[in-house]
């Protein structure tokens, strides 16, 4: 299984903004598709974000469409989350996620099922 870590996470005050980063030290992450996902406590783990390996396909949860923006960087193996205009609401662990199907051009935010592999997650807090 690929081997994911997330980083980027913090404090951060409402309207501010940061970037989370997704990587694998061991396979290029080219071929698959990406996804981030969201829980807070008390809550469900929910599909915030996810890119298919061409990049050309991407979803946003409808919480966040407008404030956040995903992207890849091939040359450096990394997957990003920019997230702008960050809310209490925001407040959770944030994970980056897999299929580990390389070429499946496909991504989804309503099954958290069909991703096969996990990150241990980041804290992002946003807070007065």
């Known amino acids: 299984q690929l081997q994911l870590v997330e980083s980027g996470g913090g404090l951060v005050q409402p309207g501010g903004s940061l970037t989370l980063s997704c990587t694998d030290s061991r396979f290029a992450l080219d071929y698959y598709t990406i996804g981030w996902f969201r829980q807070a406590p008390g809550k469900e783990r929910e599909g915030v974000s996810c890119i298919t390996y061409t990049g050309s396909r991407r979803s946003y949860a409808d919480s966040v469409k407008g404030r956040f923006t995903i992207s890849r960087d091939n040359v450096n193996n990394t997957v990003y989350l920019q997230m702008n205009s960050l809310k209490p609401d925001d407040t959770a662990v944030y994970y980056c996620?897999?299929?580990?199907?390389?070429?499946?051009?496909?991504?989804?935010?309503?099954?958290?099922?069909?991703?096969?592999?996990w990150g241990q997650g980041t804290q992002v807090t946003v807070s007065s």
């Open positions: 996620t897999t299929d580990g199907n390389p070429y499946s051009n496909f991504c989804t935010l309503q099954n958290k099922g069909w991703y096969r592999d």
